[in-house]
């Protein structure tokens, strides 16, 4: 079975920063992803693209450009998530999404909480 576990997350003040990380597991090691991307789900709001990279490049929703800065570790499969200078607003479920050509993958999604 493919699978993406999340990690990383959990509460940090105002300014703080965290790195998710979302590493796969089983069939996860084998597959050739082909984009990767974050999202996050605030209380109250719809799911929204933090950002996401395909090839060597990578994109932004305005809100965190500048802060949030992805990366991929090729070897193993992963996909990280830096996140710097985080504001309350950051707060939020954060999803790893991963998909091959045939196929897409989320991760069970971690929790950010960014408060003082």
């Known amino acids: 079975q493919v699978q993406f576990v999340e990690s990383g997350g959990g509460l940090v003040q105002p300014g703080g920063s965290l790195r998710l990380s979302c590493v796969p597991s089983?069939?996860?090691?084998?597959?050739?992803?082909?984009?990767r991307a974050w999202y996050r789900q605030a209380p109250g709001k719809t799911r929204e693209l933090v950002g996401s990279i395909v090839g060597g490049t990578t994109d932004y929703a305005d809100s965190v450009k500048g802060r949030f800065t992805i990366s991929i570790d090729n070897a193993k499969n992963s996909v990280y998530l830096q996140m710097n200078n985080l504001r309350p607003e950051d707060t939020a479920v954060y999803f790893c999404?991963?998909?091959?050509?045939?196929?897409?993958?989320w991760g069970q999604g971690t929790q950010v909480t960014v408060s003082s």
């Open positions: 999404n991963v998909r091959t050509f045939t196929n897409t993958y």
């Open positions: 089983g069939t996860g090691v084998n597959i050739r992803a082909r984009a």
